[in-house]
């Protein structure tokens, strides 16, 4: 079996590409591990950025469908105190610059506007070999096989398609995240519903964070994170919710309870996740036949860029495709080339690293940018 494009991966930047080529009439075929678009949920709430998501959007010729999901007030930002008192706040000026939207219906979007088939569920891959003149193979849990003249991994932190170009391997960063929902908040946690405000907030400390946002229906969805060894969190018991819970929150006992309610009063159980990073500057020399995208190139830590990278490495690759009919070769060094050049760019938010910052450097840092975007 013969495909012109195989993309491994039906997450944002894998479909991003897919519809890039159906608008250029180039065919492609997604696998996906996942048996459904509705196996399981797919998170919360994304920022998608004018300078790069949005970028990505538009190549996509889906900015009307985008536009529909966007959660109006959801830009509004605030910096909290461990205390609770506020150091900065920002309210949501319509602009549009980092409108939020529900990831799945951001997928779902995606997922629309390919033709029937063009997604392939259950094909969970398990490697991949190179056949030789550029051609690759790739072999799926149930034993069945694909060959490509194009192969992309749009597959992830675990990457069955990296091998191919390189040795890097995702690290532990020293750091993972809790999360948690509240439902109903301001009804049933109103303290906490005032504290995160109608958009997002931040507390960031010394080797721990809270990050929370409002999503639909009066929820609120945390991230509670901490500078820890894997050790440390394999020592917590998640399969106890209120014993797990419990633990975390003794991490933030100095905290203002509005704030430690994020953990204490979770409707949900915990769920940890740890946070892996390739090596900074993992790149690759040109291999025939063969690239990666998002995650499964980059991956980073959580700064607020993944998605959005992931999408405009999408449409790029597609566009760069669409640009060379007939050099795929060009296509893909051209691609590769500016890929790299704008995850080296990217960097984290003001600079600054999460899990090494406290809330008054954090809100400075803001105060800051926002007097410089300020100026006439």
Known sequence: MTTDVTIIGAGLGGLTLARVLHLHGIPATVYEAEPSPTARSQGGLLDIHDYNGQLAIEAADLTKEFRAIVLDGRQAMRVLGTDGTVLFEQSDDGTGGRPEVPRGELRRILLDSLPPGTVRWGHKVTGARALGEGR???????????????????????????????????????????????????????????????????????????????????????????????????????????????RIAA???????????????????????????????????????????????????????????????????????????????????????????????????????????????LAAAFARMSARHEQP
């Open 136 to 246: 690759h193979e790739v072999v799926f849990a149930d034993g069945t096989r694909v060959a490509t003249g194009l192969l992309v991994g749009a597959d992830g932190a675990w990457s069955r398609v990296r091998p191919l170009l390189t040795a890097a391997v995702p690290e532990y960063t020293g750091r993972s995240v809790v999360e948690t929902y509240l439902y109903d908040a301001a009804t049933r946690h109103p303290a906490t519903a005032k504290a995160v405000g109608g958009g997002s907030m931040m507390v960031p400390a010394r080797s721990r964070e809270i990050f929370a946002h409002r999503e639909r229906d009066d929820t609120l969805h945390a991230y509670v994170g901490l500078t820890r060894t894997q050790d440390w969190f394999a020592a917590v018991d998640f399969t106890d919710p209120a014993a797990a819970a419990a």
């Open 251 to 361: 991490e933030f006992e100095d905290w203002a309870p509005e704030l430690t309610a994020l953990i204490t009063a979770t409707d949900t159980a915990p769920v940890l996740r740890s946070l892996h990073a390739l090596p900074a500057g993992t790149r690759w020399d040109r291999v025939p036949g063969v690239t990666l995208l998002g995650d499964a190139a980059h991956l980073a830590a959580p700064d607020g860029e993944g998605a959005n990278l992931a999408m405009l490495d999408g449409a790029e690759l597609g566009r760069a495709l669409a640009a060379r009919p007939g050099d795929v070769e060009a296509a893909l060094a051209a691609y590769e080339q500016a890929m790299f050049e704008r995850v080296r760019e990217s960097g984290r938010i003001l600079g600054l690293e999460p899990g090494d910052i406290t809330a008054e450097e």
